[in-house]
C-alpha cells in the first residue's frame, strides 16, 4: 500500500527507437531502432509512446537498411501512421535483458559520476555516442566545456554501476581539469 498523495515509482524507461515516416496505406510505419539487433525491438513487450505513456504493441514486418518496417495494433492507415512520425519509443528498463559482464547500456551509464583513480569527482556522464569508431563518454565538467572519453579500458579502467561512478584516466582529460 502507497502513502496517501504520493503517487506510486516509476520504473525507469529506455527509449529503444524512433518513428519514422509511414509506409505504404495500412498503417505500417518505418522505426529507427537503438537496439544491438534491429529486429529486438518487438522482443521486450510494448514499447510506450514517451516514457509511460501510451503501449504500442509492434509487430516486424521486415528489417532495412534505415530499421525496421512494423505495425502497430490500432494503427490500420497512412493517416494514423503518419500522426506517430517522431514519436520517441520506450520500454521499462526491467524489459531488457541483463547485460554480459563488462557490458552496458548506455542508459546505465547517463548520470554516473566520473572520477580521476584518486576518488576526485570531475563530472557527470551526460551522454554516450558513436559515431562508427567505437562509443564515446560525455562528461560534463563544471564550469567548463564537456570532454569526450573513448569508453576503452585505457581510459575508463573502472565501471562500478553499484556505487554510480566510473574512474577516468586523468590524460582523457585536459590537463587544466587533470
Known amino acids: 500500500m502507497r502513502a496517501p498523495g504520493r503517487a506510486p515509482a516509476q520504473p525507469d524507461w529506455v527509449e529503444v527507437g524512433v518513428v519514422g515516416a509511414p509506409v505504404g496505406v495500412r498503417g505500417a510505419m518505418r522505426i529507427m531502432p537503438f ?54 519509443l520506450y520500454v521499462p528498463r526491467a524489459a531488457l535483458p541483463p547485460t554480459e559482464p563488462e557490458t552496458y547500456y548506455h542508459h546505465d551509464l547517463i548520470g554516473l559520476d566520473a572520477e580521476t583513480p584518486d576518488g576526485r569527482v570531475v563530472g557527470t556522464v551526460v551522454a554516450v555516442v558513436n559515431h562508427g569508431a ?45
Not at 505495425?71 to 490500420?76: D, P, S, V
Not at 570532454?147 to 574512474?167: E, I, S, Y
Open 35 to 88: 537496439t544491438a539487433n534491429p529486429e529486438d525491438i518487438v522482443s521486450y513487450g510494448p514499447v510506450h509512446a514517451g516514457p509511460g505513456g501510451p503501449a504500442l504493441a509492434l509487430t516486424l514486418a521486415r528489417v532495412e537498411a534505415k530499421g525496421v518496417v512494423a505495425r502497430a495494433r490500432g494503427i490500420q492507415d497512412r493517416d494514423a501512421a503518419a500522426r506517430l512520425r517522431g514519436t520517441r
Open 134 to 178: 567505437g562509443d564515446v563518454l560525455e562528461i560534463a565538467v563544471a564550469g567548463r566545456a564537456s570532454h569526450a572519453v573513448a569508453f576503452t579500458r585505457a581510459f575508463v579502467p573502472v565501471v562500478d554501476l553499484a556505487a554510480r561512478r566510473v574512474v577516468i584516466d586523468p590524460a582523457a582529460l585536459d590537463e587544466g581539469d587533470a
